[in-house]
């Protein structure tokens, strides 16, 4: 079984809606990590976070450490925000390494 | 904003041969990892590095890689014998502290013929 779900796999959107991401985790983290990989590879940071939620531009990340799950919110959604986004973890005990999902890819139409 | 930067971004090698694959992390963080992604599937990790010393491997870093921070600046991987399930992405990543966020190189695309 993954340590880290995402769902969906896929979404294709039209420009302007509004957005949800979904993760679950099984295992005890000390952060989860939003990141967006675009086509050309290169990954990109979005949002670390332990509790409760944040927010940068039209992005929204949520947590909820009871029910092991988090979310990203893209409101306003606009063609330039395809690409895969990804949820990773950072386990409890000590261990530096991230534990990735595969991944969710967003197509946003115009 | 500073950047983690990766040479090459796209590397040929043919099996059995050794390749580096060469970071440079951002000034003041002190950790630094290589992870990678074989096409189509999820991130994996490979090592940790800090203070000198790997910190922490998977079970994918066997005696066929090594890591190394000759000079300070730069932070290598070495594959001495490639094969040809090596043939992945591999991303640097640096980060400040532990538990702080990390930054991400745009990857060396290892193809192995």
């Known amino acids: 079984k993954n340590e880290v779900e995402q769902s969906p796999q896929n979404l294709t959107a039209q420009e302007g809606e509004f957005i949800t991401i979904n993760c679950s985790y099984s295992?005890?983290?000390?952060?989860l990590h939003w990141l967006q990989q675009h086509p050309g590879g290169g990954i990109v940071s979005l949002f670390m976070?332990?509790?409760g939620k944040k927010k940068h531009g039209r992005l929204i990340a949520t947590i909820n450490i009871q029910e092991k799950h988090s979310s990203l919110h893209i409101t306003a959604s606009h063609p330039r925000d395809s690409a895969v986004y990804i949820c990773a973890v950072a386990t409890q005990g000590g261990s530096e390494k991230l534990v990735f999902g595969k991944g969710m890819k967003l197509t946003v139409n115009p | 904003e500073p950047e983690v930067t990766q040479t090459p971004s796209h590397q040929v090698t043919q099996m059995g041969q050794e390749v580096i694959l060469r970071c440079v992390p951002i000034?003041?963080?002190?950790?630094f990892y290589w992870y990678r992604q074989i096409l189509g599937q999820k991130v994996e990790f490979l090592v940790s590095f800090y203070n000198n010393e790997i910190s922490e491997k998977s079970e994918i870093f066997d005696d066929q890689f090594s890591v190394e921070r000759p000079d300070g600046s730069n932070f290598t991987l070495k594959i001495r014998s490639t094969k040809l399930e090596d043939s992945a992405m591999y991303f640097c990543a640096s980060s400040f502290n532990r538990g702080t966020s990390y930054t991400f190189g745009s990857g060396t695309r290892l193809t192995v013929v």
């Open positions: 000034s003041n963080h002190l950790y």
């Open positions: 976070l332990s509790s």
């Open positions: 295992v005890g983290i000390s952060a």
